[in-house]
């Protein structure tokens, strides 16, 4: 196995094997990658329009009678934790905020035994009013998606004027004890270094860790422009000027980003460099969209029907079987920088980033 730039283990060197994969234990690939992280799409939805990820006029949504009822949910929440292994559990979309089933999905999961952690990625908007009942349900943490604090850029990169509303949102999180509130930026082309600095002021002002992420290639529209995307080094780069950064060292393990002390510490800043310096060999995750199907990477071309077998009445034994024969065939990595790669038709809202 090789190591990344960011002294992450990468995969690509490594001969896959053709043997078919276990039946029980944990949930592994044929690189040896153990899945222990469940990201569950609860909608496709959404309420912003970023211009990274949705056009304006938004996107054909999935039927309601496509997306997994609560009560399908809860039975693959239970074979993912107490058959597959499964130790984390992050509700995400679209929009989970919007969906009806966020509340029940997160107290079906901490019901478990062993009871899994539990996060929800959110734009923030409603969570000023949801964030109790959302602690109440079970929910450990949040990450909060906000790309800048100048309510100006924040409308341009939305297509919403909502800062206001994000921002009430973050402290209401920390109120209700969902922490660390973590914030998830993506960068602007035009105004993202300056956003950078002025976000990371905030996170620090308020307590909030940021960590924030390279655009990649998952846009409804197919616009992502390698050239047009800001990469990790400027990122570094750009806050060096305004801060003092130390790499943290603390073990990593399958965390995607590279944390940086700041000023000395205790607050840190992170850094996801999925395009530049890609960490897939140490990728821990499976994912399930709103439709219920299952895909071992976030650029998989293929999916595997859960909702089909959920409802012609396969029992667990072949939901198990089914989520432990997509996650044996998961690849190597996203390939993004690879000659031939190929954007995966769903995008990043349908997915479940
Ligand atoms: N709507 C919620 C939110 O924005 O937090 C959850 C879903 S959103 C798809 C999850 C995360 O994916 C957000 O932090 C968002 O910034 C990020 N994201 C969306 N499109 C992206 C892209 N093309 N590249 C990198 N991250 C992206
Ligand atoms: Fe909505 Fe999240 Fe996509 Fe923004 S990144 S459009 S908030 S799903």
Sequence with gaps: MTVTA????????????????PSSGPLVDTFGRVATDLRVSLTDRCNLR??????????????????????E???????????????????????????????????????????????????????ARRAVALKAAGLDRVNVSLDTVD??????????????????????????????????????????????VALLRFCLDHGYQLRIIEQMPLDAG????????????????????????????????????????????PATVGVIASVSHAFCGACDRTRLTADGQVRSCLFSSEETDLRR???????DDAIEAAWRAAMWAKPAGHGINDPGF???VRPMSA???
């Design 151 to 196: 309510a100006d850029h924040f409308a341009r990169i939305t297509r919403r004027d909502r800062l206001a509303d994000v921002l009430d949102g973050l402290a209401a999180a920390a109120a209700a004890g969902l922490t660390p509130v973590k914030v998830n930026a993506v960068l602007d082309p035009e105004t993202g270094l300056d956003d950078a």
């Design 6 to 21: 960011l002294g992450v283990p990468s995969v690509r060197s490594v001969a896959r094997s053709v043997a078919p994969g």
């Design 50 to 71: 970023c211009t990274y990820c949705m056009p304006a006029e938004g996107l054909d949504w999935l039927p309601g009678d496509d997306l997994l009822r609560l009560d």
């Design 309 to 315: 077998l959920l409802r012609r009445g396969a029992d």
């Design 222 to 265: 197919h616009q992502w422009r390698r050239d047009q995307s800001i990469d990790a080094d400027r990122i570094l780069s750009a806050l060096r000027r305004s801060f003092d950064l130390v790499p943290d060292t603390a073990p990593r393990g399958s965390a995607p980003a590279q944390l940086w002390r700041v000023d000395g510490g």
């Design 351 to 353: 997915i479940g980033g």
């Design 342 to 344: 190929e954007q995966p």
């Design 73 to 127: 949910l809860e039975r693959l929440l239970t074979v993912a934790v107490t058959r597959l292994g499964i130790t984390d559990v992050r509700f995400t979309g679209g929009e989970p905020l919007l969906s009806r089933n966020l509340e029940g999905a997160i107290a079906a999961a901490t019901a478990l035994h062993p009871r899994p952690q539990t996060a929800v990625t959110t734009n923030g908007i409603g969570l």
